[in-house]
């Protein structure tokens, strides 16, 4: 079976990532990921810029609308995708569910900035017997998995103990990592500000928080994205360290074992254990997990309830700057 997908927003996660990347080795946008995965097709795009709704019309051969009202006109998708600026997902989640019933809605990351929008997205939904994900992405990766069966299976004892670095504000990147951890680590317990830190962009801000989670505790600084983007997860257990580098690309894990030249000394590998990463086909993974779930069976999606919990964590901490 294939279900149908309409994309709203062909912006950079919606279209642009990888339109001109080798479509072998990349796959980072929803167009493409919906477009190569056999369990979608794509059935119509939508975006207010003429340009953008060229190329998708030329790189897909898939109709492009300029409003949601004109797309649904003429397609009832099984699946659409919400890709347009954090202000507009509570507007356009609205209009979609006005016009049509879709099985699922894919709404990126966070679900609102304002925290009764986001709540009403997950309630109307709910109401509407429509499944809402949010593209927290990681938790699809094979390696962000792969950790959480780790963990889970006592693999990596916890409780643990590490710092996530983000950038690009707390809300739009830092809570990609939060979320992660929260899979990985359970619920948060408490957290406790260090630095209030900056506003990015005037309107997102930066805090530097130890937040403690069901199976550990993580400090997350914020680093400086006008000098560089570092997205990168150490955690130390009982029993050796992981790395997650380069958001994700890079995950190493080194196992303490007895030092061979010191008696009664512990030490961490030094040939870490690769966990293989799908990060340069993230979106597909994605697909992945959505056909799963569509499929009646179990998934590693953020679901909105899910993603409103982060959000809400999150609003905490900022709330306590």
């Excluded at 051969?61 to 003429?74: F, K, V």
Aim: glycine share 10%.
């Amino acid at each position: 079976m294939s279900f149908g997908v309409m994309i709203v927003g062909l912006g950079q996660i919606g279209m642009g990532y990888d339109l001109h990347l080798d479509p072998t080795g990349h796959i980072y946008s929803h167009a493409r990921a919906f477009s190569q995965h056999p369990s979608f097709h794509l059935v119509a795009g939508v975006d207010p810029e003429a340009q953008r709704r060229q190329n998708f019309e030329q790189k897909y051969q898939c109709s492009a609308y300029m409003d949601i009202d004109a797309a649904l006109g003429h397609h009832q998708p099984d699946l659409v995708v919400i890709a347009v600026p954090t202000d507009l997902h509570g507007e356009t989640l609205q209009r979609v569910l006005g016009q049509s019933h879709p099985k699922a809605i894919l709404c990126e990351k966070p679900l609102s900035y304002d925290l009764q929008e986001a709540r009403d997205m997950v309630q109307t939904c709910a109401a509407r017997g429509v499944n809402l994900y949010v593209n927290y992405m990681r938790r699809s990766d094979p390696g962000g998995i792969e950790i959480k069966r780790r963990i889970d299976s006592g693999e990596i004892v916890a409780p643990v103990k590490g710092v996530a670095w983000y950038s690009k504000g707390f809300l739009h990147n830092g809570s990609h990592f939060f979320n992660l951890l929260e899979y990985w680590l359970g619920f948060m317990v408490c957290a406790e500000v260090l630095d209030p830190g900056r506003l990015w962009d005037g309107i997102d801000p930066e805090p530097d928080v130890r937040v403690t989670f069901k199976k550990g505790v993580i400090v997350f600084l914020a680093a400086w994205e006008e000098a560089y983007s570092h997205y990168t997860v150490e955690m130390l257990a009982s029993n050796g360290r992981l790395r997650y580098e380069q958001g994700g690309e890079i995950i190493h894990w080194q196992t303490a074992q007895p030092d061979q030249n010191f008696a009664d000394y512990t030490v961490l590998s030094a040939q870490p254990q690769n966990i293989a990463s799908g990060m340069d086909r993230y979106q597909w993974h994605v697909a992945e997990q959505l056909a799963a779930a569509l499929g009646g069976r179990n998934s590693h999606l953020c679901s909105g309830a899910q993603a409103l919990a982060t959000s809400e964590a999150m609003q905490t901490i900022i709330g306590m700057r």
